[in-house]
């Protein structure tokens, strides 16, 4: 049996451990998950506390806890923690030795040796802190490597021939871009630049800064002289954030955060990319030094590889497809790949062989059909909403609006295919929406694609102002299959009669769709759901339970309404996300019937 050496990613946001074992790539969980939060802290009686712990209490106990130290390696600090001081190695440390214990019981087999990655502009004496760091755990460091050199091998680059990648790492709290050329298997970076204090954090930061200023405006209280406010704030902005690169708008509701108010706010995707789009051209100008240092140009480059959770934002998608004239490549999830090849050179210096990295991905895009402006006038086209190459599972939605005043129905569609054109793609399927707001022309209507493992397509349309949604699911799978069945019995027919007359013309139009009771959410009440995701759900629906009971509503159904907003309530305080989910079914049910 080979010795096992693990790759680990220790990141500024999220830390993670993966392995080859018996010829399988895969990751390790970490407390059931696939990543483990970088996050240290101390709890009331001094017990040491890491990851999904330590975060849960950020915003109580601000100062005693820890995280996005990563931005710290090799800085001669001390960070204080509780009622004691520790390096930034010492704290990275106790994230590694967690990964190192759980990886143990998950595998059923002791961990001493690992490879573990830094951001490739991570300069000598952070490149030795992480070494440190991993010593501290009790591991022995084999190598430490680029990050952008384990996304290249776990993409499975250069399998043949060579190519030339530029690997774009945009993450919690670094950034680096690398120009990387893989010839017969061989990585080789040729150049790489970056910013070791510019990722995701600095989004949320900003986030933070405008909401506190429109609470200021409102309220007249400066929450930046309050520090668990602000950390508290991050944590309710850094969920809203990740909503936005899937949702064209987010609505938040924090109570109490001064005295007796609220912070009521709703972000727009707009809104968002406005004001990060300052930053991101910052990368785009590493990009352009680490080509020019490489002696490439743009068109130089085979593929474009993302790397990092900050790399969903959609700007990031769109600036680089059209500053570098190809479509980024995400295949595999950018907050695993990391890992994911650092277990393979892992494996590779083990004498091990690892298997493919097998990912389940979208080969189309999927979109709705809108009128847009045109020269000669208005046309139909196809908007994408989940594009090819996406992994599955996936949820994207986009924001749509009415042509006309009082428009009281839509007919939604959903295509298949890339073209631009409706008639150039296929058609899964369409329904009506009736009932719409008597509103002017401009009513916003949120199309959410939902598309999973099975390529079952849920297509759920919501009107914005009033909640009223229908949701419609599609079998895509069986789009291909029945034209080739159709095709088939055209064939049959003929060969049996001599007709060649074409029987099936209307085919296209008879796949099957199986129309679900209308709700206005994901209600597949599935326990093993998002515990942040079921949270945010839970807190829309008690928001819209709240406001239907300052409406008319009969006796029995405002008790009903109260009791699942009280159940809902002690779910949410004893974390039990099953008994959540269910709750939220229920009331998702009971808030569609009544608000219709």
Known sequence: ???????????????????????????????????????????????????????????????????????????????????????????????????????????????????????????????????????????????????????????????????????????????????????????????????????????????????????????????HQDPRVLRRLKLVLEQAKCRLSDEPFVRIREEYVSGQHHLELELERDQYETMITPLLEKTLTCIHQSLTDAGLAPGDLQKVMLVGGATRTPLVQRLLQERLRLEPRWEINPDLIVALGAALQGAAIAGQQASAVLVDITPHTFSTATL???????????APIIHRNTPLPARKAERFFTLFDHQRSIEVTAYQGEGRLPQENTLIGKFMVDGLSAVPAGNPVVIQFDL????????????????????????????????????????????????????????????????TSAVDQDDDGDAEADPDTTLAEAKDLRKRGELLLTRAVNPEDADEIRALIHESASAIGARDWTTLASCNSRLSDLLFYLED
């Open 1 to 223: 049996m080979s010795e096992l050496i693990v790759g680990i990613d220790l990141g500024t946001t999220n830390s993670a451990l993966a392995a080859v074992v018996d010829g399988k790539l895969d990751m390790v969980p970490i407390h059931g998950q696939p990543t483990l939060p970088s996050c240290v802290g101390v709890d009331g009686s001094g017990r040491l506390l890491v990851g999904a712990a330590a975060r849960n209490q950020l915003v109580a106990a601000p100062e005693s806890t820890l995280l996005s130290v990563k931005r710290r390696m090799g800085e001669s600090v001390r960070l204080p923690l509780g009622d004691r001081e520790y390096s930034p190695e010492e704290i990275s440390a106790c994230i590694l030795r967690e990964l190192k214990q759980e990886g143990e019981k998950a595998l059923g087999q002791p961990i001493h040796r690992a490879v573990i990655t830094v951001p490739a502009f991570f300069n000598e004496h952070q490149r030795k802190a992480t070494h440190n760091a991993g010593t501290l755990a009790g591991l022995e460091v084999v190598r430490i490597i680029n990050e952008p050199t384990a996304a290249a091998l776990a993409y499975g680059a250069g399998h043949t021939g060579t190519e030339k990648l530029l690997v774009y790492d945009l993450g919690g709290g670094t950034f680096d871009v690398s120009v990387v050329v893989v010839d017969r298997g061989v990585v080789e970076v040729k150049s790489s630049h970056g910013d070791t204090h510019l990722g995701g954090d600095d989004f949320d930061q900003l986030l933070v800064n405008y909401a506190a200023l429109e609470f200021q405006k409102r309220h007249g209280a400066d929450l």
């Open 372 to 382: 847009a402006d045109h020269e000669d006038g208005e046309r139909l086209i196809c």
């Open 452 to 515: 999973d493992l099975n390529g079952m397509l849920e297509v759920t349309a919501t009107e914005k102002v009033s909640g009223l949604a229908r949701t419609v699911t599609m079998d895509t799978r069986s789009v291909g299959r029945l034209a080739d069945l159709d095709q088939a019995r055209r064939n049959l027919a003929a060969l049996a009669t001599g007709d060649s007359t074409d029987t099936a013309e209307t085919a296209a139009d008879e796949f099957p769709v199986l129309e």
